[in-house]
């Protein structure tokens, strides 16, 4: 019988304000100062993430909390108009709708969030109806709503009961703690692990301390990756990837490589003038996410995905610009001839 979703994605929503760009360090001593532009978008890596797999064609749904204020009325709206199905996204009667500010500076950019009901996220916002009605499950922000958190490895095992696959965004840690005793029984029942290249790096120096400093791992084709013991993502992912899930690092201009745990692959990054990177690893995400929901294996994936995270650059906020599916498959093309989606 066919499930009513491809896909369930987990976690968090929240209006993002952008401006920029700004000086390295702002002025204080209220002093008033003037950039290019300020925009008010949709926020928030698994919101991103929805956005970006229901624009190339997925049947997505969304569980997470909002408050009952402008702002949650706002994040509904944006997430209804591209497609998302919003009937489990719960309104917070008490705490207010989380806020980000982001200030960019070239290709950086600093990321400032009022957590408003994010504390508040929890197991009771993810309904066993959508666990058990999507053939995917996905869940961003991991460190930001803790509650959340310390049940996700139940609720990643309830969705593997049904014949679901798993992935998991952690996203930056603002504690810088990396928790290993949060995270480390979430990973048991967690199918493919997407982090950028500097997460990945923080999660294995937690999660499997000292594992870095090992041999170069073993690239698919036998030879030997990266330029010495321990050094770039490659040695990060294999550590991570003995844990449990295939891992899928995000390296920016690097392109992209995935390790399972004895065998790395890479693909290079997709040919991009970018106008914005806030959310181009969501919208990875979404496209390997669709990528292994479509059949495609894995270096065809990992293509598919750096091209929806390129394309997603083309405009200001995560979400105006990310592609549709055919505008994906023509990009990855162009770094892998005969890969398709």
């Not at 400093?213 to 550590?239: K, L, Q, Y």
């Amino acid at each position: 019988m066919p499930r009513p979703f491809d896909l369930l994605v987990i976690g968090d929503a929240n209006p993002d304000v952008v401006i920029g760009p700004v000086p390295r360090t702002p002025e204080f001593g209220q002093r008033e100062q003037l950039v290019d532009s300020g925009r008010l978008l949709l926020g928030g890596s698994a919101a991103i993430t929805a956005c970006g797999a229901a624009r190339l064609g997925l049947r997505v749904a969304f569980a997470g909390r909002v408050g009952d204020d402008a702002a949650g009325t706002f994040v509904r709206t944006a997430l209804a108009e591209r497609g998302v199905d919003v009937s489990a996204l719960a309104t917070d009667p008490v705490l207010p709708t989380p806020l980000t500010t982001v200030l960019t500076h070239g290709a950086d950019r600093a990321i400032l969030t009022a957590p408003g009901c994010l504390a508040a996220t929890g197991p009771q916002d993810v309904p066993d109806r959508l666990l058990a009605g999507a053939r995917h499950v996905h869940a961003g922000s991991f460190f930001l709503m803790p509650r959340l958190a310390r049940s996700l490895g139940e609720i990643f095992a309830r969705a593997r009961g049904h014949g679901a696959a798993t992935s998991l965004d952690t996203n930056d840690d603002p504690a810088q703690r990396w928790d290993a005793e949060l995270l480390g029984p979430v990973l048991k029942s967690t199918d493919f692990l997407l982090p950028n290249a500097a997460e990945a790096r923080a999660l294995a120096a937690t999660l499997a301390p000292g594992s870095v400093e090992g041999a170069p791992e073993r690239a698919a084709g036998g030879a030997p990756e990266g330029n010495g013991p321990g050094t770039g993502p490659a040695s990060a992912a294999a550590a991570l990837a003995r844990l449990g899930p295939l891992v899928v690092v995000k390296d920016g201009a690097a392109g992209a490589l995935a390790h399972d745990g004895e065998v790395l692959t890479r693909t290079p990054a997709v040919p991009a003038d970018p106008v914005d990177t806030v959310g181009a690893g969501d919208s990875f995400d979404a496209g390997f996410i669709a990528a292994v929901l479509h059949g495609l294996d894995l270096p065809a994936a990992l293509s598919f995905a750096a091209a929806c995270g390129a394309l997603s650059t083309r405009a200001h906020g995560g979400t105006a610009a990310q592609p549709t599916r055919d505008e994906a498959r023509a990009a990855a093309l162009t770094t892998r001839p005969g890969s398709h989606a």
